[in-house]
């Protein structure tokens, strides 16, 4: 290593006396001065050291602009502050009751609350990198070697004391941001942390007393009833304002954490007002109205704010489960007032005064949280207002004995509210203070639900019955039709809905809902062997719901553009032709996304397949021979819903097309049914396929006489004059030698309308008929 060192050594001095010869031999001199090392700064320099000093102190006005959303942050974590501060006061063990519904409710905003501390976190951490940044820069600006060379020599301080004045100015202001903001962001971020602190031990109480809630509703959690006032002084009541505030204090801060639902629902709400106005303004200005007496409409009206009401509120609590318990009872409360509204002349007087009683009694229930008295006096009150429930529902059991046939609905939830207020009853006087609370409001809010519920299957029927109505009348189809089995249909999807929500809403009132679901949820996903497959009765389930789901659809899409398969609708071919298309896209991605959904793996799909597969060849080949063919027919389209088609020995129009069969409906109404496969497998004779234009013929036998060209053209223009002949074609007229005293005439004409044949050759014949027997033609 030392010896290769020495030899560069050798190398580098030997080329620097080689450059020094080289230069005395060419005469030129080396200038040494061209690669000095000059330190002496120009007054450009200086005022470019002064320049980047101004650059970097006016970032401080950009920190600047933090302090206004930080406020922002702090108004909003004041109004968290607010919250936090209720809730807390609720969870202190203060609150002698605490209601279910409200517990959850604080689960809830609680985990809002610390999504929004994430957040603030998160922006605050954002500002203050940039900060630091700021203040690292400014930091370097005292280790400048120039700008510290200006303040250490006296003559370029004078020099450049203006700008110096204007630098000293900024940096004090700058000093003065970066400080405030500084402080204002630690401070902030200091107050998040404690509020994590809080949010995490009100969110392990709230959790707690949810889990005991179930086995302290069977404990006796206080004195017997006729035992509660001893002992108890009478203290102060709270005030009624204080307990409304924060109430609604708690509520409006819920709801802006969930005011999408809100708009959501609000929206739903206009989309249902706006469906049945658009359609009654349709009929009004093609003077219709009329035909709708028809269908016996009790609710919807051309401006339906109430019905729309009616119906947006029995959505509401299924929008928002975890709702507070006032903004439900809320919901319930102007249920029942547009009920009454809705009812009130279909009432009779007996009926207003069970359903002004039970609104009363629901409205004493509920506001017995906020008065504020003492707790024995609140479990009075309760005790009162249920027993006075049970004389109500005795009553409407044995008054309504007829209605209650017609609406076994009602019945059985009236049954519920006597025994839930039975049950509310006993365990009031035995202690059992959660569970009365818990049977009370569940009382209430059933019947409530449930009547409203009914209300609404009745809408949504009423609504629907009215689009198909509309759709035909704008159609120009016949105003009569067979609803019954529409109705009956639509009335079992939505019924079916309305059960789902009332028993949701049902099993959240009694805090039953979270288990259930989480049971429910644990049974479906479990995985199940069947073999080699492996499967969830949640995917299954899925499945079938999906594939019912897409059937439904394609059964009910026509009805909703007033096409329910009868013989008006045929005209409107391409409609219906374009329809039929969309059940079959409708068939065939329901069942792609139902396998998909049903988690299903592919090469457990392609097994499947294989044996359907063996199926085909062993027995199903005719179902799947139809059902391709269908697929033909929709696709190749040799004939169309509403043609007038001969296919074997049947004639008539075509009603139906499906994917396995297809409907003709005879001139004499039967409806012949046929496979598509024996469809295609015949010759198709489609009168109407690219027009519906037919020659048609009338004959008369005539006496002997020569028919010269002038009654000829006569008869043409008698023809051609009748409105459904088509003229485009001139009609022909033959005539024939029969016998030696008379003679057979036969006429040839076109018809416009295929379905009018008949009548138009009857036209024809009475027509030519009349001519003859003016022009004294005997007929044979």
Not at 149 to 171: A, G, M, S, Y
Not at 248 to 276: D, E, P, V
Not at 410 to 427: E, H, P, Q, R
Not at 701 to 723: C, S
């Amino acid at each position: 290593m030392k010896k290769l060192l020495l030899f560069i050594f050798i190398l580098v001095l030997y080329g620097t006396l080689a450059a020094q010869d080289t230069l005395k031999l060419t005469g030129k001199s080396f200038d040494s001065s061209a690669f000095a090392n000059d330190d002496t700064l120009t007054r450009s320099d200086y005022l470019l050291g002064i320049g980047k000093v101004f650059q970097t102190l006016n970032k401080a006005p950009y920190v600047a602009q933090f302090v206004a959303p930080i406020k922002v942050i702090i108004q909003h974590m004041d109004e968290d502050d607010s919250a936090l501060n209720i809730i807390k006061e609720r969870l202190s063990g203060k609150e002698r009751s605490l209601n279910i519904r409200n517990l959850q409710m604080f689960n809830i905003l609680l985990d809002h609350l610390r999504i929004d501390n994430k957040d603030y976190n998160k922006k605050l951490t954002q500002y203050d990198s940039i900060l630091d940044a700021t203040k690292k820069a400014i930091f370097l600006i005292r280790k400048d070697s120039v700008i510290q060379h200006i303040f250490r020599d006296r003559n370029l301080w004078e020099t450049f004391k203006p700008q110096l004045i204007l630098v000293h100015d900024k940096w004090k202001n700058a000093d003065g941001i970066i400080k405030n903001v500084n402080v204002l962001i630690d401070q902030t971020l200091a107050r998040i942390s404690n509020n994590v602190i809080t949010i995490d031990e009100l969110s392990r109480q709230a959790d707690a007393l949810l889990q005991t809630t179930g086995p302290r509703a069977f404990s006796k959690e206080r004195r017997y009833l006729w035992e509660s006032g001893a002992g108890v002084s009478s203290s102060a009541m709270k005030g009624f304002s204080k307990v409304l505030s924060d109430e609604k204090k708690i509520t409006l801060f819920y709801f802006q954490h969930s005011r999408n639902r809100l708009y959501l629902l609000l929206l739903t709400a206009l989309i249902f007002f706006y469906w049945i106005f658009y359609n009654f303004r349709s009929l009004k200005r093609l003077n219709k109205i009329p035909a709708l007496d028809a269908l016996h409409f009790r609710f919807i009206n051309p401006f339906p704010v109430l019905v729309s009401l009616v119906f947006v509120l029995n959505l509401a609590p299924f929008f928002d489960l975890n709702a507070p318990a006032i903004y439900i009872e809320s919901i319930d409360f102007l249920l029942m007032l547009a009920l009454t509204a809705l009812f009130w002349k279909q009432m009779t007087s007996q009926l207003r005064y069970m359903w002004i009683a039970f609104v009363l009694l629901f409205i004493l229930l509920s506001i017995t949280r906020f008065l504020g008295a003492p707790f024995y006096i609140q479990r009075w009150w309760i005790f009162s207002v249920n027993v006075t429930s049970c004389v109500l529902g005795i009553y409407a059991l044995l008054q309504l004995k007829m209605l209650l046939k017609s609406y076994k609905v009602i019945f059985f939830v009236i049954l519920l509210y006597l025994l839930f207020n039975v049950l509310a009853v006993i365990c009031n006087l035995f202690g059992r203070v959660t569970l009365t609370q818990i049977l009370s409001t569940s009382a209430n809010t059933a019947i409530a639900q449930a009547i409203g519920l009914v209300v609404f299957v009745q809408l949504v029927t009423e609504t629907f019955l009215l689009q198909i109505q509309s759709s035909r009348i704008r159609k120009k189809y016949s105003q009569h039709f067979e609803y019954t089995g529409i109705a009956k249909g639509i009335s079992l999807l939505v019924s079916i809905l309305s059960i789902v929500i009332w028993l949701i809403v049902f099993t959240t009132n009694l805090n039953l809902y979270d288990a259930l679901n989480d049971l429910l949820i644990n049974f479906l996903t479990t995985p199940r062997q069947l073999g080699s497959i492996s499967f969830t009765f949640n995917g299954v389930i899925l499945f079938l719901a999906i594939i019912w789901t897409a059937n439904f659809l394609q059964k009910y899409i026509a009805y909703f553009f007033g096409d329910i398969g009868d013989d008006p609708a045929f005209d409107n071919k391409g409609p219906r032709s374009r329809l039929l298309i969309t059940r079959l896209v409708l068939l065939i991605a329901g069942f792609l996304l139902a396998v998909a959904a049903s988690g299903l793996p592919l090469d457990k799909i392609t097994v499947i397949l294989g044996a359907l597969g063996i199926g085909i060849g062993l027995g199903l080949q005719n179902i799947v021979s139809n059902f391709v063919s269908g697929i033909i027919l929709i696709f190749d389209r040799p004939l169309r819903i509403g043609d007038i088609v001969e296919i074997g020995n049947n004639k008539g129009r075509v009603k139906e097309i499906s994917v396995r069969s297809s409907t003709l409906l005879t001139p004499e109404g039967a409806e012949v049914i046929i496979p598509n496969g024996d469809i295609l497998s015949h010759n198709i004779v489609n009168w109407t396929l690219s027009n519906n234009n037919i020659r048609a013929e009338v004959s008369f036998m005539i006496e002997e006489l020569i028919i010269d060209d002038d009654r000829k053209r006569a008869i043409k223009e008698i023809i051609q004059a009748i409105p459904d002949v088509l003229v485009q074609k001139d009609p022909e007229i033959f005539i024939n030698t029969i016998t030696s005293k008379s003679m057979e005439m036969k006429v040839y004409f076109w018809c416009k309308d295929v379905n009018k044949t008949e009548l138009v050759r009857g036209e024809v014949y009475r027509a030519i008929y009349k001519y003859l027997k003016d022009s004294d033609i005997k007929l044979a």
